[in-house]
Every structure is written in C-alpha cells, then in structure tokens.
Nanobody
C-alpha cells in the first residue's frame, strides 16, 4: 500500500498549483481520501476530504473557495487544486487514507515572491 504525491514546488502569491496523489496496493475507489499540510513548527492539519465515490467534499474554512479536492478512481488518483495562493499556504502537503492510516511521503509547496 502506497501513496505518492507530485506537483508541488514554488508559486507566487495569487498563483495556482495542482497536487496529485497516486495510490497503489489497495482498493482506492472504496476509500475516502484527505489532504493534510504541515507548516514549519506547526501541527499537521487537515485541508480537505473527499468521499470514496467523490460525491461529497469537505474543507477547512480558510480553504473554502480557494482549494478544490477531486479524484479519478479510474486512475487511482486524488488531486488538490490550489488557487489564490498565500504565503501562509507554504507547507509540506500530505495525501492520507484515513481508514488505512496511510500517509504519502509529503511534497513541499512554497508560496513566495
């Protein structure tokens, strides 16, 4: 069982980035999935969650309207589209499968001019 994130990097304030996470080794389409992030010196916090079929999503209030979680069960992929990025969005972003307590390795997102 494995989760591998991609798509991070450097973005300017107001810019956009799209993170992707590919799952292997388990029945992805049966699992709710989440994105978390951890800023330097802070706890790892929930960003967004999507149900197994993608019919329902939930976001932390500060990300509503700026971030969008989605999934493609045919490709075993969950994505996080981030827009209107702010410097405070700088963090390591993690893909997570709650029911399996399975974390990805994390990917750095830096928002800076």
């Amino acid at each position: 069982e494995r989760l591998v994130e991609s798509g991070g990097g450097l973005a300017q304030p107001g810019g956009s980035l799209r993170l992707s996470c590919v799952a292997t080794g388990f029945p992805f389409s049966s699992e709710d999935m989440s994105w978390y992030r951890q800023a330097p010196g802070k706890d790892r916090d929930l960003v967004a969650t999507i149900t197994s079929a993608g019919r329902s999503t939930n976001y932390v209030d500060s990300e509503k309207g700026r971030f969008a979680i989605s999934r493609d069960n045919a490709k075993n992929t969950v994505s996080l589209q981030m827009s209107s990025l702010k410097p405070e969005d700088t963090a390591v972003y993690y893909c997570y499968c709650p029911r399996r307590a399975l974390w990805g390795q994390g990917i750095q997102v830096t928002v800076s001019s």
